[in-house]
T-cell receptor, first 121, second 107 residues
Framework: GAVVSQHPSRVICKSGTSVKIECRSL??????MFWYRQFPKQSLMLMAT?????????EQGVEKDKFLINHASLTLSTLTVTSAHPEDSSFYIC?????????????????FGDGTRLSIL | KNEVEQSPQNLTAQEGEFITINCSYS?????LHWLQQHPGGGIVSLFM???GKKKHGRLIATINIQEKHSSLHITASHPRDSAVYIC?????????FGTGTRLQVFP
């Protein structure tokens, strides 16, 4: 089946560091990738939607300059947490939607990465 | 009130038991997903459905569009089924997630 690889799986770093998380679709092309954040025992919250070759669409309350998203190819999107602080510590997970058109793109399957646990000291 | 509600929040079962997890939603949707999140955090998509019923192995998912309700059933549960099960609806083009049901199956 379709595989989404997310790397790294865990990051521990000092406050002020910038952290880059990669999300790759391994065996399919993804025109759209989604970045989510999850706090312990809570739902996934959508942070932003990235479309290949265009600027990401951020959800209300998510700082664009803080969470930089780049979707330069049909198989790779990156999320960079700039100047990370302890309150940015969380579980970040990406998902990718297959680029096969079957009437509507919106009902294409979404495949999830294994997530990145970010801890800022 | 959340747009996607799941019940129960926590569920424990003995190996072999039949399990049902429920999901109700209050928005118009184009599809509903059932997801499985393991302790490490990775998420696996179990089903995407917009009507009727789907079956995969010991898992069955049903949806009633008129009642805005879906159920996930696990037959002959096994300890390896222990995970958080998440219902997510697509409305209109974004996924809205429930808070999940934490399932523990004991041998």
């Amino acid at each position: 089946g379709a595989v989404v690889s997310q790397h790294p799986s865990r990051v521990i770093c000092k406050s002020g560091t910038s952290v880059k998380i990669e999300c790759r679709s391994l065996d399919f092309q993804a025109t759209t990738m989604f970045w989510y954040r999850q706090f312990p025992k809570q739902s996934l919250m959508l942070m932003a939607t990235s479309n290949e070759g265009s600027k990401a669409t951020y959800e209300q309350g998510v700082e664009k300059d803080k969470f930089l998203i780049n979707h330069a190819s049909l198989t790779l999107s990156t999320l960079t947490v700039t100047s990370a602080h302890p309150e940015d510590s969380s579980f970040y997970i990406c998902s990718a939607r297959e680029a096969i058109f079957s009437g509507t793109y919106s009902n294409q399957p979404q495949h999830f990465g294994d997530g990145t646990r970010l801890s800022i000291l | 009130k959340n747009e996607v509600e799941q019940s129960p929040q926590n569920l424990t079962a003995q190996e072999g038991e039949f399990i049902t997890i429920n999901c109700s939603y209050s928005v118009g949707i184009s599809a509903l997903h059932w997801l499985q999140q393991h302790p490490g955090g990775g998420i696996v998509s179990l089903f995407m459905l917009s009507s009727g019923k789907k079956k995969h192995g010991r898992l069955i998912a049903t949806i009633n569009i008129q009642e805005k309700h879906s159920s996930l059933h696990i037959t002959a549960s096994h300890p390896r089924d222990s995970a958080v099960y998440i219902c997510a609806v697509k409305s209109p083009d974004k996924l809205i997630f429930g808070t999940g049901t934490r399932l523990q199956v004991f041998p």
